[in-house]
């Protein structure tokens, strides 16, 4: 099946500072990205539907100046998550889908706020 | 309202047992996928159907449209089979996924 990366895999910041994550289809041409978040030992909860060129849409209770996404090209879509508290720590998923195929997921990067 | 409904929550069976993990939605759909998630975290896009019936492998899933049900099946199960199983619908005229609360499986040696 296609590929999709993130990057970093994890990463430990101080708070009120900002990450980026990186989100990449390696071989095919996304034309909508997915954000979603997810606590330990819940389901997945979408953040934002990124279309390339265009601005996310974010679901309602998600901070758009607090979580920044830019879908720059139909291979990368980052998400930024700006002065980051300890309560932002969680897991982060991109998937990447072609319009009317599968939705093909990251692996996930793991972000520890201290 | 749209909803899907996975179960059972969790399952525990021995090696070699055939598992069933059901999932039923509430309206008309446009696809539904089947995930797996390891407790690393990384998520596998298992089958996407929209209708009949796919097989890779060991693995199985099935959908009835009329009845808005979907079944995966996994015959021979190993412990590396363990993991949470995820049902997610993408309903009609929608562009997000909405998921089940995942079905975690353990198969014991």
């Known amino acids: 099946g296609a590929v999709v990366s993130q990057h970093p895999s994890w990463v430990i910041c101080k708070s009120g500072t900002s990450v980026k994550i990186e989100c990449r289809s390696l071989?095919?041409?996304?034309?909508?990205m997915f954000w979603y978040r997810q606590f330990p030992k819940q389901s997945l909860m979408l953040m934002a539907t990124s279309n390339e060129g265009s601005k996310a849409t974010y679901e309602q209770g998600v901070e758009k100046d607090k979580f920044l996404i830019n879908h720059a090209s139909l291979t990368l879509s980052t998400l930024t998550v700006t002065s980051a508290h300890p309560e932002d720590s969680s897991f982060y998923i991109c998937?990447?889908?072609?319009?009317?195929?599968?939705?093909?997921f990251g692996p996930g990067t793991r972000l520890l706020v201290l | 309202k749209n909803e899907v409904e996975q179960s059972p929550q969790n399952l525990t069976a021995q090696e070699g047992e055939f598992i069933t993990i059901n999932c039923s939605y509430s309206v008309g759909i446009s696809a539904l996928h089947w995930l797996q998630q390891h407790p690393g975290g990384g998520i596998v896009s298992l089958f996407m159907l929209s209708s009949g019936k796919k097989k890779h492998g060991r693995l199985i899933a099935t959908i009835n449209i009329q009845e808005k049900h979907s079944s995966l099946h996994i015959t021979a199960s190993h412990p590396r089979d363990s993991a949470v199983y995820i049902c997610?619908?993408?309903?009609?005229?929608?562009?997000?996924?909405?998921f089940g609360q995942g079905t975690r499986l353990t198969i014991n040696p």
């Open positions: 997610a619908v993408r309903f009609a005229g929608a562009q997000k996924l909405v």
């Open positions: 071989d095919f041409q996304a034309t909508t």
């Open positions: 998937s990447a889908e072609r319009t009317g195929e599968t939705q093909y």
